[in-house]
């Protein structure tokens, strides 16, 4: 749409009924705040600039609304007298001149470009305001939308409904778009005539059609248009955004066992064929090609799997782990900051940190790399084809080469050339007859304090 459009996005609420300490734009779906899923949106509808309405957490809320290719602009609101009050803190934006102006809220973080759209295709087709509404079934509580030949007459609120307009269940969202050429002078003439002596933006229908205005509606699915007021809401809509993301994915060609337990992150990006098995959680920055396969009960984040891979039951990538193709992280295993090569194996019970694992490599049961020395990480670096038995510690800065074999229960802590056999545990000794001896002491140790008690 070449028509020139500015987003005013309301976020300057004080949050009260969300006990909390912070701003509730700034709490978390799908690991990112709801701010910025409204400024995503707003992007998506090919709007490029933004007058961002904060109050409390300024600095924070417009921190969280900067994302790529989108211009913010913070407009501070230091008194609460309403939603005409609050988008009119824009003024000087609204000022510059755009063909729309698009109003929605920074606690809406369902909402997607689809409705945007359509409201400023109203706009370019005549429309002097174009209001986003709703249908619901359970339409108590909210604004009805009054349509007639074609053209919103009213926004009627519930208690001043008759009851023929409260059976409507065309309800009213708050978003608006507006023609950008009159919006200063329509938000000029909203009043503060109520009880509450605020301002209301929903005055702008009949504002607009007193002065000849044509004003009309659009549609949008009911669950876009949820708000978020408490933390029961905001579970609501997280349950909301896990429930449409699995939907997507698995349309796309992803398996997943029991969709319901597996929980995403905004940017969780997972390729065709692969397949995610229950209670599997995806931080920020996962990215699963096609094919790999991640078992129950894994947690990963900031990591790579590769083609063909396979992660758990109960693994953990951290941020930084890069698993290769047809590789193997498995049970009750962690990886940081790792390399796991082509075909190598890391089978269970492992810690890899700061680490490079060549292709073709076997880690074995209980092995860590000490990568930390109390103040600086340090590098591990395994080569192809290498063997590290179970239960060794490589204590980094280490090198072990190509093809090398390292006993079992080993501690390593200098380089290992490639293809050599390296120990580093103590000499086992035997003492015939000595458990025995130490199993009696024990026994009549025990057998003397039983007699003291009786």
Not at 27 to 55: C, E, F, Q, T, Y
Not at 70 to 99: C, F, M, N, P, S
Not at 260 to 269: N, W, Y
Not at 327 to 350: D, R
Request: aromatic share 4%; glycine share 12%.
């Amino acid at each position: 749409m070449e028509r020139t459009c500015l987003a005013v996005i309301l976020a300057a609420g004080d949050s009260t009924r969300m006990k909390s300490s912070k701003s509730k734009v700034l709490h978390p779906v799908a690991n990112r705040p709801m701010i910025a899923h409204v400024v995503d949106a707003v992007a998506k509808a090919g709007i490029s600039s933004v007058a961002l309405v904060v109050g409390r957490n300024a600095g924070e809320v417009s921190k969280a609304a900067r994302i790529g290719g989108v211009e913010v602009e913070a407009h501070l609101q230091k008194e609460r007298l309403g939603t005409g009050h609050a988008v009119l803190a824009a003024r000087e934006a609204i000022a510059r001149g755009y063909d729309d102006i698009l109003v929605t809220y920074g606690d809406v973080p369902l909402q997607t470009e689809g409705p945007l759209k359509a409201a400023r295709q109203g706009l370019a087709e005549g429309s002097d305001i174009v209001v986003i509404g709703f249908h619901t079934s359970k339409p108590a509580g909210y604004g009805r939308l009054l349509v007639k030949d074609g053209e919103l007459i009213a926004i009627r609120e519930e208690k001043d409904a008759t009851d023929a307009e409260r059976a409507v269940k065309w309800c009213n969202s708050g978003l608006m778009a507006i023609n950008g050429r009159k919006a200063l002078d329509l938000l000029a003439r909203i009043e503060n005539s109520n009880a509450k002596g605020e301002y209301y933006l929903t005055d702008l229908v009949e504002i607009a059609r007193s002065l000849g205005g044509r004003v009309t509606a659009v549609d949008a699915p009911e669950v876009e248009m949820t708000g978020c007021n408490n933390r029961a809401e905001l579970a609501a809509i997280e349950r909301f955004w896990q429930e449409r993301r699995r939907h997507e994915l698995m349309i796309s060609g992803v398996t997943m066992i029991a969709p319901e337990t597996v929980f995403l992150s905004h940017d969780t990006v997972i390729g065709q064929d692969a397949l995610i098995e229950p209670n599997v959680v995806f931080g920020p920055g996962a990215v699963i090609d096609g094919g790999a396969v991640i078992h129950a009960f894994s947690h990963i984040e900031g990591a790579h799997v590769s083609v063909g891979a396979t992660v758990g039951p109960f693994a953990r990538l951290r941020p930084g782990a890069d698993l290769g193709e047809r590789s193997k992280v498995g049970n009750f295993c962690e990886v940081k900051n790792g390399q796991i090569g082509e075909g190598a194996k890391v089978n269970h019970l492992t810690y890899i940190g700061d680490a490079v694992i060549g292709a073709g490599a076997n880690i074995g049961a209980g092995t860590i790399t000490c990568n930390y020395d109390g103040v600086n990480k340090h590098e591990t670096r395994i080569g192809a084809n290498a063997f590290i038995g179970s239960n060794s510690a490589l204590v980094a800065p280490v090198s072990i080469g190509d093809g090398a074999y390292i006993a079992s229960g080993s501690v390593i802590t200098h380089n290992v050339p490639a293809e050599a056999l390296a120990f580093g545990r103590a000499r086992q000794e035997m003492k015939p007859e000595r458990a025995k001896a130490i199993r009696e002491r024990a026994q009549a140790i025990k057998a003397a304090k039983q007699a003291k008690t009786e």
